[in-house]
């Protein structure tokens, strides 16, 4: 079994910057794909970036060049920096491990930009 635990949501001005984690334990095998994704209330969730564990990553267009993933193998973690936040990212942000035929999620962490 593989537990997920996020961390790092909060509220946030437009234009400003937070930084989430996601911390994996468990029996995890040396090869899988991380991830964050996020679904804001009345839509679908969606992927806003993900990193495989040779570090190549993927994300949605929307994010860009504002958001950036990364990950620490030793530490079983995935970061996401985000900055230039917009209102329009506010959503819960979920993250979620893919190894092999199976996929794990976290409880999510709430992101809300407003001024």
């Known amino acids: 079994q593989v537990q997920l635990v996020e961390s790092g949501g909060g509220l946030v001005q437009p234009g400003g910057s937070l930084r989430l984690s996601c911390v994996a334990s468990g029996t995890i095998y040396r090869l899988y794909v991380m991830g964050w994704y996020r679904q804001a209330p009345g839509k679908e969730r969606e992927l806003v970036a993900a990193?495989?564990?040779?570090?190549?990553?993927n994300y949605a267009e929307s994010v860009k060049g504002r958001f950036t993933i990364s990950r620490d193998n030793a530490k079983k973690t995935v970061y996401l920096q985000m900055n230039s936040l917009k209102p329009e990212d506010t959503a819960v942000y979920y993250c979620?491990?893919?190894?092999?035929?199976?996929?794990?999620w976290g409880q999510g962490t709430q992101v809300t930009v407003s001024a």
């Open positions: 990193v495989g564990s040779g570090g190549a990553s």
């Open positions: 979620k491990l893919d190894m092999g035929s199976s996929g794990y």
